[in-house]
């Protein structure tokens, strides 16, 4: 019997989850389909149980529901319950269990799939929300010099460093404090890109060598990518990769086992830019 999965989101439309699940069934000879599930702002409870109703064995959960489905689960893995947010959801006989496998994909793409290590760097983590929650830790754990996380609403950061600050060391600013510091690594952890907003920062904000990394998406740089090359950042990556990568820990702890990434990934990319 097929076993049905999905990915929920407001929006979803632009969602590459269920060719990259497909792709990885086919891979490894799982017999499951995948598909796309919009729920209302207000509506992600009423869509998740009645997909949950209708048999569906577990959903990928993204924005803007990560913080909510968190709140809905039975039983929380412990990087969830880190994170305060989820994007990956079991419907099994304990009830809605729950993971984060954001903050494993983020880290695997950068060191597995862009070879940079983040020991001992600066890193600038933009943005305060589930999706900043979700990579928090496990940019932690990869031993940086430290993570400055900046927000419009400066109090929403400083809440994320005192749930992280026992992990490493971690601060809180505005972007306008940016101004005259300088990072390695710089992560785009903001909706800006998906609704193709801007977000204003200093442009001495990279460091030589340094990596600008966008959560999001697309067939063309984001707002965010193009500002990053203009004023110094060495390589300007979106956040395919992650996504491929988070997929693959979601498969994992459906299926039981762990597909291969890298052609999935090729695959995705060849079809974003014929797009």
């Known amino acids: 019997m097929t076993d049905h999965y999905a990915v929920i989101g407001n929006p979803i439309a632009h ?6 699940h497909a792709a990885f069934a086919a891979q490894t000879g799982q017999d499951m389909s995948y598909t796309r599930l919009l729920a209302p702002l207000d509506g992600f409870e009423t869509v998740l149980n009645q ?12 924005v803007p529901f990560k913080e909510i489905a968190w709140q ?23 009830g809605i269990e729950a993971d984060n496998t954001d903050g494993a994909g983020l880290v695997n793409d950068l060191r597995g799939n862009l070879g940079f290590s983040l020991v001992g760097k600066r890193i600038l983590l933009m943005g305060a929300g589930g999706a900043a929650r979700g990579v928090a830790a496990a940019l932690l754990a990869e031993s940086p010099l430290q993570l400055v996380i900046a927000n419009r609403t400066v ?13 490493g060391q971690v601060s809180a600013c505005d972007y306008a404090a940016l101004s005259g510091q300088s990072f390695d690594c710089v992560i785009n952890a903001t909706s800006a890109s998906l609704h193709h907003d801007t977000i204003e920062l200093p442009q001495t904000l990279f460091s030589a060598n340094s990596l600008a990394y966008d959560m999001m998406y697309a067939s063309k740089p984001s707002a965010f990518m193009t500002f990053a090359a203009q004023y110094g950042a060495t390589r300007c990556v979106d956040g395919l990769g992650m996504l491929v990568e988070q997929a693959a820990v979601a498969f994992s702890i459906w299926r039981g086992i762990t597909p291969e990434t890298k052609p999935v990934l090729q695959m995705l990319r060849t079809q974003l830019q014929a797009a």
């Open 15 to 20: 969602s590459r989850s269920p060719v990259i």
């Open 51 to 62: 997909f949950r109703a209708e048999g569906g064995r577990g959903v990928n959960v993204t």
């Open 72 to 94: 809905l689960a039975d039983h929380l893995s412990p990087r969830a319950w880190q994170a305060q947010a989820v994007n990956t959801l079991s419907f099994t006989e304990r």
């Open 155 to 167: 109090a929403r950061a400083e809440l994320l460093v005192q749930q992280f600050s026992a992990l």
